[in-house]
């Protein structure tokens, strides 16, 4: 069986999307894989695009971040792809995804005394809500939450989880995951 961290990486790639190529999010930052945000053309360089099956030079990964840069944003991916889009293979995309991961776990867990005892279904939770707000973020702006994540009131958590600008659906998956630790049960699927 899959431990909490592989069942979180799979479940953020689910809510998140993976797109091999560079597009732009909603905010208008240029983003490839599990919504890795690209701040510059260098940082585009430093990834192992690939372009035909080989490795993309960084005069065509420079391109392409100021091709998709120039375009309208909050499109589908999709709208941001051409035929000379480099793109990052799925390893690449994975290891960069546990790699933000952990690091937003070290933050959660230095942040919530007694994390590591958590149910993992309190622990999947904790870790989308960090993926999507930024751990600082969920540890500044849901107290309450974290007071009930402490507390081992579940259903309490539940009742705080809720994010704004994301889907109801993945609300609710948030949601579930700390009904389900409330009764007891393993973590929920999507």
């Known amino acids: 069986m899959a431990t909490y961290f592989d069942q979180s990486l799979a479940q953020i ?57 120039a375009l ?25 995804l546990s790699g933000v991961l952990q690091g937003f776990e070290g933050t959660v867990r230095a942040g919530v005394p007694g994390y590591d005892a958590l149910p993992d279904n309190v622990k999947l939770a904790l870790l989308d809500m960090a993926y999507n707000l930024g751990p600082q973020k969920l540890l500044r702006e849901y ?21 704004g600008g994301i889907s109801a659906t993945r609300n609710a998956w948030t949601r579930q995951q700390f009904l389900s630790a409330a009764a007891g049960l393993g973590p929920s699927q999507s």
């Open 13 to 69: 790639k689910i809510f998140e999307g993976c797109v091999p190529w560079m597009y732009l999010d909603s905010r208008g930052n240029v983003t490839v894989g599990v919504g890795l945000m690209l701040p510059n053309a260098a940082s585009a360089c430093a990834l192992a695009f690939l372009l035909a099956g080989a490795a993309a030079s960084a005069d065509q990964i420079g391109d392409e971040f100021a091709r998709v840069t």
């Open 143 to 163: 107290p309450m939450m974290l007071q009930a994540v402490q507390s081992g009131n579940w259903a309490q958590a539940a009742t705080q989880c809720a994010r």
């Open 72 to 96: 309208a944003p909050n499109k589908l991916p999709a709208f941001y792809k051409s035929d000379s889009s480099p793109q990052l293979p799925q390893d690449i995309i994975d290891a960069k």
